[in-house]
């Protein structure tokens, strides 16, 4: 390995990737098998149940996508929006807009419900859009601006529509009910709470969307027609339609395992507990809660810089000396805000306060 | 670790994924670092670098696609196919025949040119189909039937047309000359000759190729324009697009890295080497080579079976009592004959020793 391999050792607390878990670390360092190798068919259904489980569904079609989070957003539109359908987004951050550009682009006639950032997605005004659309769409917990939007009156709402849902920076960390909900379609990242390396994307799809689902959408790759006959099976067994990737199917069943046996209610308190933590200490340096009360992620916090601390400079500072690694604002948030997570391993209290002494020494 | 994680110590010998070099299985273990991380920009930066080599090209937008080798097919077509342009495919196994169902889906009318399975891609054939197609599409190695084609004669006549070609499993095991042959638009598999993990679809465009791009093409996940402003940077720095899939590509990094040092010929020489033993030993034992004769892949052998062999009883054997995966053949060729490789760190003479063994004691 050459040297910059070898230099990173970094404790990452921004809005993901975090650090995994050792258990992915010891699976992804095991021999390789093959995509139809019966033992690797075993750990894929195992790790299907496993998604069950923190998606809060009993799905038949849940499994992880070939690709990162945000294929499993691409896959979510490209499979259910045929040109001319109505879908309506709640946007109150950088991946609702980006869901309005994903479907634009297949043809949907997008109905943009906008908030403000740091706020909530408000269910009634989401509701009250349109009066019959094909899909509504929001994110659950927005990665942009630390927020948690209210999913289940959306889902109670939602008529004939299909309710479509981003789990990125939720699944693990806080709970997701998907049955309960109400959710149709939802995907999600590894790289968040569950611990994982970044490379799949978690997703799930109601009996009510496969119903819907278009026969022949525009993507090959992202086709779930053709991807069901290989994580299902058809009735002569497992069809073949791409390598799947192995090496991060088998870490991400090691990380369910590992969280599921921790329990997911005691990870769900650590991620809390480190974040509350974390918050109190921010704000004992000076640093102001950005998103709104009552709706901010508890591990995630986003919080306004104190006066006169650089953004870029201080980031690089605890990057290049204290090997940690916290996010900045996007868009209008920009230079303002910081993002600063306990997520997957990283939700540790020692973790936090190494943080929190290393920004003791710049502030 | 769950037993069925530990139980596994596959010898893989079928058309891919093979062994990766322990290299790739370290660099995996390593801990996670951010996709905006200076230090993992230098790997990314120096990973293109790499692939460069082994593309045999200067293209500056050179870069591994966050997907498996499908996904880099379905970028080649998304990124320039508009509905109703004219793209020509070579088709001579199921992956030929994968390009026309991907450009179809995108509107494109598909000129397709049939080949007889096992036998090369005629330039001629091709280059005539059409008196001005917008796309010439043509695999270079086809792994359902372990075919070369000539791809130099393409690109000298294609005229004005973009050439497309499949080097899934041709790159690294093979020459592949990208700029030399006239390549405009290519993709790769980590899986093959590489000897690394699936999940990325190294990529290649020509600046030729980069002025005809689509300005927003349908896929926001596979969109180039965006892509490289985060894999080569806007005038303002590297702008996040999708998170990277890090590990992979720290991995690719370094197997690549291995490549270069054992020296990229040294590298062909020894897959060709394992490969004329295999098919010596194979032929011995009763099996009769399927490709055409000039035209065989020297790292993937297909041969029909032995009269009286079975197919699957006798691969379900090799891997249960023998550890070894070898593939069976796909579509029309099913049952009759085996896919059997020497690629990545599996092309060793070991291995062809230990799987010509275990074939002696079937037959």
Known sequence: MTDVQVRAERLLMGPGPVNVYPVALETASRPMMGHLDPLFLDILDETNDRLRT?????NVLTFPISGTGSAGMQAAFVNWVA??????????????????????????????????????????????AHPSPDIIAVVHAET???????????????????????????????????????????????????????????????????DRMLDRPSSWYLDLNLIATYVRGDGSGRAYHHTAPINEIRA?????????????????????ACGAALVDGLTGLGFTPYAAEGHRLPHLATAYLPD?????????????????EVGGGLGDAAGKIWRVST?????????????????????
């Open 54 to 58: 923190v998606f809060g569904t009993s």
């Open 83 to 128: 040109p001319g359908d109505v879908v309506v987004v709640g946007v109150n951050g950088v991946f609702g807009d980006r869901m309005c550009d994903v479907a634009e682009r297949l043809g949907a006639e997008v109905v943009r419900v906008d908030h403000e950032w740091g706020q909530p997605v408000d269910p009634e005004r989401v509701l009250g």
């Open 144 to 210: 942009s601006t630390g927020v948690r939007s209210d999913i289940a009156p959306i889902g109670a709402g939602k008529g004939d529509a299909l309710l479509l849902v981003d789990c990125v920076t939720s699944i693990g960390g806080i709970p997701v009910e998907a049955d309960d909900w109400g959710i149709d379609i939802a995907y999600a990242g590894t790289q968040k709470c569950l611990g994982a390396a970044p490379g799949l994307a978690p997703f799930t799809a109601s009996d009510r969307a496969l």
């Open 252 to 272: 991400l069943h090691a990380v369910l395992g590992a969280m599921l046996e921790e329990g997911l209610e005691n990870v769900q308190a650590r991620h809390r």
């Open 308 to 324: 006169g601390f650089d953004d870029a400079s201080n980031r690089r500072t605890l990057l290049d000396d204290y090997d940690i």
């Open 343 to 363: 997520m997957g391993h990283s939700a540790r209290m020692t973790n936090v306060n190494r943080l929190l002494a290393a920004l003791g020494n710049l502030i």
